[in-house]
């Protein structure tokens, strides 16, 4: 016994697999000001979570705005437990030979996430088609060589072999992430979004003591134009995902996004500064999804005390919290076959419900005539309600003893064709008052 706990231990301790478990927002780094970082922090904080992956599209050091927009991040957050890690967006042809540099402006901050022992984290958007040798020389190895130790967690699920074999193939890295997983795949048939891939990356990364962070997101939609009109279904996926890692218990969970608002999986705000000059205010302007937040906060806790249920998420108080969502336009719509993956748009009224006991009922509505009624339990209660109608007056309401203790009303009519040249599938998300 005395000689294994000697192997073990010092062996977690240098991976960082003993450190306890994390929730993090994927955060698209843009122009700003503080103001808006200080408010940034202060709701992420507020919805639980622990920290902000950054991704960053630039590493140039003429590019005040997102020198500037890291600074202020970083600064809001002092004083709090709050800290942030940089993420790559490699998709934008980075050059690995110089990150390293672009890193150590801020990972000796004081609220840079390190491991217990001062590695800064350092994660990516893809990447994976850069070679393991070119990762080692050109990135890892100058930074060890001045005494900087990166904790390396990228997605590389671009890489061609992904995930078989990932961590005999990739010395370089400390963990994984996985982006393009989060969603139900692509194509023109409706699927529920698959853990097979985390699955085995989770297995893989513990057999080489190393961390696996599993991607939680919504949905995804884009409307930029021909070729850049995308859908990645929704109606289940965020509480489906959650229900994925309380059963297969990740080391960490990053949510897909705190602030996309290209692809529409943001869940607290975003700001205009960081969208402009694009057409993405036309399906996003209007449209609030921080009722998300009232589902991911539980969650959040339930994943990090170690629920391995979703009847074992609470509420904070004795009160429901959850919220509903549904798309503003049937998929009936002429325009919904200028959507890549269309065929997966189901026209429903979808909840996500967090009860503190069993005895509820939720109801749900559309066009204002009852869909279903459904008895909620204890814990996280989810539904896609099949039966949107074109009007107003969807909504849900959640009943104790025959009374409504709680509700969420749409705010946005249901169409039948789109009014203007976006064809927009942005859910209309709101969170339950009592
Ligand atoms: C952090 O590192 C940078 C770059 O190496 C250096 O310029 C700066 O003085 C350091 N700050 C602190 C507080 O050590
Ligand atoms: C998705 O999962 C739900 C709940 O388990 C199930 O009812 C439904 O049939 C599944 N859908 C597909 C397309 O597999
Ligand atoms: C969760 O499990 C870990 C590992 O067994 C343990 O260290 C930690 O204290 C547990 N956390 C809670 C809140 O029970
Ligand atoms: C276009 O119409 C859709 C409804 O189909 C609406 O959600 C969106 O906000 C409108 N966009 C603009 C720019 O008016
Ligand atoms: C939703 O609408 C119903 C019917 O008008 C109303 O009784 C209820 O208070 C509303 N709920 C909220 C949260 O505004």
Known sequence: MH???????????????????AVFAHYMVGSMVSDEATKDIKDAI???FDGFALNTHSISSTDDWNINAINYLLDA?????????????????LDVAHLGEFLVQFSNH??????????????????????????????????????????FIPDFDDWSGYPTGFFDEFTSVDGALSWEVAWPGAGSTVSNVSDTTDASLIKDAHAAGKVYMMALSSF?????GSGSNWYRAGDTNLPERMEQILDLQ????????WNDAGESHYVGDFWPEQIAGTDEAAYTDGYDHTGWQQVIKPFITAFKGNATDI??????????????????????ASCSNSITNYQQGQDSVNFAVVLPSDGYTIEVYSNSQLLGSFPGTAGLNYKSVPGLQAGGGQSISVLKDSSVVASANGTKDVLTQSKNSTCNWNYEVVGLSS
């Open 311 to 332: 009847s074992q998420i609470k509420p904070e108080g004795d009160s429901p919290v959850g919220t509903l969502w549904y798309r503003p336009l049937l998929t009936s």
């Open 220 to 224: 995804q939609f884009k409307y930029l």
């Open 110 to 151: 004081s609220q840079y996430y390190t491991t217990a022992d001062g590695k800064p984290w350092v994660s990516t958007y893809s990447g994976g088609s850069t070679s393991d040798s070119d990762w080692n020389s050109l990135f890892r190895q100058p930074l060890e060589d001045q005494g900087v130790t990166p904790f």
């Open 3 to 21: 000689v294994i706990s000697t192997l073990i231990l010092p062996l977690l301790a240098l991976t960082g697999r003993s450190a306890s478990k």
């Open 250 to 257: 990740p080391d960490f969970v990053e949510v897909l996004t």
């Open 77 to 93: 957050a002092q004083g709090t437990s709050f800290k942030m890690f940089i993420s790559f967006d490699m998709s934008w042809g």
């Open 46 to 48: 507020a919805a639980g």
